[in-house]
Nanobody, 123 residues
Framework: QVQLVESGGGSVQSGGSLRLSCAAS????????LGWFRQAPEKEREAVATIGRLGSSTYYAESVKGRFTISRDNANNTLYLQMNSLNPEDTAMYYC????????????????WGQGTQVTVSS
């Protein structure tokens, strides 16, 4: 079991930056693949970025490559998402997800979720 709590969302103007954090707690949190997902109104949840247990393996959605950076601090059981050059299309609820062992990109493969943090980007 792992518990996830996101923070860091907010409202920014186009071109701005935000840093999301996800605090993970529970047994063996560092053994989980972690990921950031987002869901806009009337759209399906989609993977934004994932990171493997050791932090060396990452995946980014094409729409965020070069703008977002995922990282993790296993000593403090915290996941981060640095988001730069934000645009209105990035507006969504952002969720932290965890799954055991290797990473996948489909939200249906993730077992644990946080409550989400809202990101709103205005033009």
């Amino acid at each position: 079991q792992v518990q996830l709590v996101e923070s860091g969302g907010g409202s920014v103007q186009s071109g701005g930056s935000l840093r999301l954090s996800c605090a993970a707690s529970g047994d063996g949190a560092s053994n989980y693949c972690l990921g950031w997902f987002r869901q806009a109104p009337e759209k399906e949840r989609e993977a934004v970025a994932t990171i493997g247990r050791l932090g060396s393996s990452t995946y980014y959605a094409e729409s965020v490559k070069g703008r977002f950076t995922i990282s993790r601090d296993n000593a403090n059981n915290t996941l981060y998402l640095q988001m730069n050059s934000l645009n209105p299309e990035d507006t969504a609820m952002y969720y932290c997800g965890a799954r055991g062992w290797w990473c996948e990109t489909s939200p249906s493969e993730f077992n644990y979720w946080g409550q989400g943090t809202q990101v709103t980007v205005s033009s």
